[in-house]
């Protein structure tokens, strides 16, 4: 079955299989957090992964997942790796655009709104960030991105002017930043805790994809979702540098054959999960449809500012990225 159709019929079945068996003999046991819910198709996907794992490494190697920040919060999930405290995760690496600008490239407004953009990005700022990662004690295994962000309100909006005093959910640099442009307070909620924000008022808006609202049933306290198609962010499986350099050259093509699968396995679910999602932010009672021509004018002319000052922040690598980019268009 593929991992699509676990999405369609209903994955909370993954929830129940979080992880692998461990075999009769001593094997290395990695414990992999993971800050979105059991049934996010990231998740799902994780444990697919984890469960390649174990077959290509005869057991040898074994990995737990540990979904909806259980383990550790979002924000916390990459200095775990870093320091050891975990061997592998996943992270949405655009919430370290303070450590360094580039982690912020897959968030650039308008610059990738598709999938087929967001792919000829990723490529130009592969060996980029795969560097910087490693700078750090980091070894990147797999990415796969979510799908277009789009705006979530409790109330219609029809221009940037509407947006003002709204308080939004933001989870980096970008959307701390879009918040302020369009006068939106901005409150930093990780992805696990966003029912509860928007139950208790804390939020009221958000930019995320389809598939966040839907997991998290935002449809009990908000009432609208624009599709705006601002961009693809993604998430990122690492692994800590010095357990990736004690693992045999042997398990270490069976783990990048896994990543490999993964990868495009999770694109795919991307892909098909936007539409299926849409459906069931309807289904819930939501108003879903393309922002109107007044909202997007407002929101392209601040992604323009925000471009501008990214490319500021991120330096001559930045540009290059960017170039590189556009070059291959």
């Known amino acids: ?61 074994t990995i737990e997942v540990h979904p909806g920040g259980s383990l550790f919060a979002g924000a ?46 990723w490529e130009a700022a592969k060996p980029s960030i795969e560097a910087l990662l490693e700078e750090q004690n980091l070894h990147l295994l797999y990415n796969v991105p979510w799908p277009p962000q789009g705006l979530y309100f409790k109330k219609e909006v029809n221009s940037v002017e509407d947006m003002a ?22 409150v930093t909620i990780e992805a696990a805790e966003v029912s509860q924000a928007f139950a208790t008022g804390v939020a009221e808006s958000m930019i995320s994809s389809g598939a966040t609202g839907y997991d998290q049933k935002v449809w009990e306290s908000l009432t609208h979702y624009y599709e705006v198609d601002a961009w693809l962010p993604r998430n990122y499986v690492m692994v800590n540098g010095d357990v990736w350099a004690g693992v045999s050259e042997a398990n270490k093509a ?32 939501m108003t879903v449809q393309p922002a109107g021509d007044e909202l997007m004018s ?32």
């Not at 990459?78 to 450590?99: F, P």
């Not at 069976?254 to 999960?273: N, P, S």
């Not at 500021?312 to 170039?323: C, P, R, S, T």
Request: net charge negative; proline share 3%.
């Open 1 to 61: 079955m593929t991992l699509t159709n676990k999405l369609m019929a209903g994955v909370a079945t993954a929830a129940l299989t979080l992880g692998v068996a461990a075999p009769a003999f001593a094997a290395e046991k990695w414990d992999m957090p993971m800050a979105y819910s059991a049934t996010n198709f990231h998740s799902v996907n994780g444990v697919e992964f984890a469960d390649c794992v174990a077959a290509g490494t005869n057991g040898a190697i």
């Open 76 to 121: 916390d999930i990459k200095r775990a790796i870093q320091t050891g405290q975990v061997q592998i995760g996943e992270r949405l690496l655009s919430g370290h655009q303070n450590e360094d600008a580039l982690f912020g490239f897959d968030s650039i407004p308008f610059l990738a709104p598709s999938f087929d953009a967001s792919g000829k990005l």
């Open 165 to 186: 005093g709204i308080k939004f959910r933001s989870y980096n640099n970008t959307t701390a930043r879009l918040a302020e442009l369009t006068g939106m307070s901005p």
């Open 254 to 285: 069976a783990i990048t054959a896994c990543a490999t699968e993964a990868e495009a396995r999770g694109l795919q679910a991307a892909k098909d999960y936007t539409q299926f999602t849409y459906d069931g932010l309807r289904e819930g009672g």
């Open 298 to 329: 407002g929101l392209r002319t601040i992604g323009e500012t925000m471009t501008t000052e990214w490319l500021e922040a991120a330096g001559d690598k930045g540009a290059a990225l960017v170039d590189a980019f556009k070059a291959s268009n």
